[in-house]
């Protein structure tokens, strides 16, 4: 009935669901409808993410469902016209399989990818910054790939920062959602004062980075604080 569910993650079958939100034909109707000509879109949980994918202990299994998701977002891309663009995901706990896959979602023609803020959480990965300063040579094919070809990294609301380390104890889920909206920003602000002072700007002159979820009011007293 396009009313939000305070205090509910999930509801229990697809009856309940605006179709909207999974079949195409009627996303783009509401899109329409809007006045929206085009959506990014994010694997926002589930066995798409990386511990979810290494807790499968089964690496070929975990490289398949990368591919089958990545195919899907060129599916719905074509389905779509160009007006639903998922942003792929990477098997980042690999530099040959991470490399072998970023050049297939080239080809794919998809238009970004998703990335942990602090890929040295996962235990096989690497930091963006090598030892040395410059980027670390676990990621400079990707790097390189994205500021050539103009393919949008992106880091999503929750990637740098853990929200609930921040709010009190015993505070209720109502509660905590506008916590949890406000530290979102700040987890975004963190991200781009991270790139910003790295040095990596400087040799990817053309890298786009996208900062999702997080609306943009934040921008002009950050970006005060940094200087």
């Given at each position: 009935?396009?009313?939000?569910?305070?205090?509910?993650?999930?509801?229990?079958?697809?009856?309940?669901?605006?179709?909207?939100?999974?079949?195409?034909?009627?996303?783009?109707?509401?899109?329409?409808?809007?006045?929206?000509?085009?959506?990014?879109?994010?694997?926002?949980?589930?066995?798409?993410?990386?511990?979810?994918?290494?807790?499968?202990?089964?690496?070929?299994?975990?490289?398949?469902?990368?591919?089958?998701?990545?195919?899907?977002?060129?599916?719905?891309?074509?389905?779509?016209?160009?007006?639903?663009?998922?942003?792929?995901?990477?098997?980042?706990?690999?530099?040959?399989?991470?490399?072998?896959?970023?050049?297939?979602?080239?080809?794919?023609?998809?238009?970004?990818?998703?990335?942990?803020?602090?890929?040295?959480?996962?235990?096989?990965?690497?930091?963006?910054?090598?030892?040395?300063?410059?980027?670390?040579?676990?990621?400079?094919?990707?790097?390189?790939?994205?500021?050539?070809?103009?393919?949008?990294?992106?880091?999503?609301?929750?990637?740098?920062?853990?929200?609930?380390?921040?709010?009190?104890?015993?505070?209720?889920?109502?509660?905590?959602?506008?916590?949890?909206?406000?530290?979102h920003h700040i987890g975004c602000s963190a991200t781009m004062?991270?790139?910003?002072?790295?040095?990596?700007?400087?040799?990817?002159?053309?890298?786009?980075?996208?900062?999702?979820?997080?609306?943009?009011?934040?921008?002009?007293?950050?970006?005060?604080?940094?200087?």
């Amino acid at each position: 009935d396009h009313n939000k569910l305070l205090g509910r993650l999930a509801f229990q079958n697809y009856d309940q669901i605006d179709p909207g939100s999974y079949l195409v034909k009627p996303r783009l109707e509401a899109m329409d409808a809007m006045g929206v000509w085009a959506q990014i879109c994010f694997q926002n949980g589930g066995v798409t993410q990386v511990g979810s994918l290494l807790g499968l202990n089964d690496e070929p299994l975990a490289i398949a469902i990368t591919q089958i998701y990545n195919d899907a977002c060129r599916e719905r891309m074509d389905e779509s016209g160009g007006r639903i663009n998922c942003m792929a995901t990477l098997p980042y706990w690999d530099k040959d399989l991470m490399n072998r896959e970023m050049r297939r979602i080239v080809e794919l023609g998809i238009k970004g990818i998703t990335l942990p803020d602090r890929p040295e959480r996962v235990d096989v990965s690497s930091p963006y910054v090598g030892p040395d300063g410059g980027i670390s040579p676990f990621w400079e094919e990707v790097f390189d790939i994205c500021n050539a070809t103009g393919m949008a990294m992106n880091f999503h609301l929750n990637t740098s920062l853990d929200a609930n380390s921040a709010i009190w104890d015993n505070l209720g889920f109502d509660q905590k959602l506008p916590i949890h909206a406000l530290l979102h920003h700040i987890g975004c602000s963190a991200t781009m004062s991270n790139f910003m002072v790295s040095g990596l700007l400087d040799k990817y002159e053309d890298l786009k980075i996208g900062l999702i979820e997080s609306g943009m009011g934040w921008v002009p007293f950050w970006l005060e604080g940094m200087e």
